[in-house]
């Protein structure tokens, strides 16, 4: 597997799975009727933010991942990142690779912490794998997502100081 900066050329393959993991609204606190020029913009990260792929040996896209600045100005140094994994090709250590990338990426380019700001407390898979990389979740907040099958549940607040 390889990793790399997305590309114009990647939103093809990109879009699809991020269209069903939001429209299943399970796991992002976005829109499940998300627009696709709207995904377009919210996903294809600007400097001093990064979107990369992760492709195998054909080329064929994997999951894609966002890192940018959790904040602006005086927070800017604690960076935020959001993971797509096509479902098709889940339980690969596609995520687990995403993951460790944009950590070494986020060590290297200086900033001093990553924040995840609402992960699904039900996404357990998720959570065990954050965790596993060296997360810890700092608090949970009560129902602050609703799930369409478990209901309100909680959103987790997860950190790691790089």
Known sequence: MLIRDATGEDWP???????????????????????????????????????????????????????????????AHVANASFMVDPARSGRGVGRALGAHVLEWARATGYRAMQFNSVVET????VALWKSLGFTVLGTVPEAFHHPVHGYVGLHVMHQAL
């Open 13 to 75: 393959a990109i879009w699809p799975f991020l269209h069903d993991i939001v429209a299943a609204g399970e796991t992002y606190t976005l829109p499940r009727d998300l627009r696709e020029q709207d995904a377009r913009a919210l996903w294809y990260q600007k400097p001093p933010g990064r979107t990369v792929v992760a492709v195998d040996e054909s080329g064929t896209v994997l999951g894609s991942a966002k890192v940018c600045p959790n904040q602006q100005g005086p927070g």
């Open 123 to 126: 996404n357990t898979h998720a």
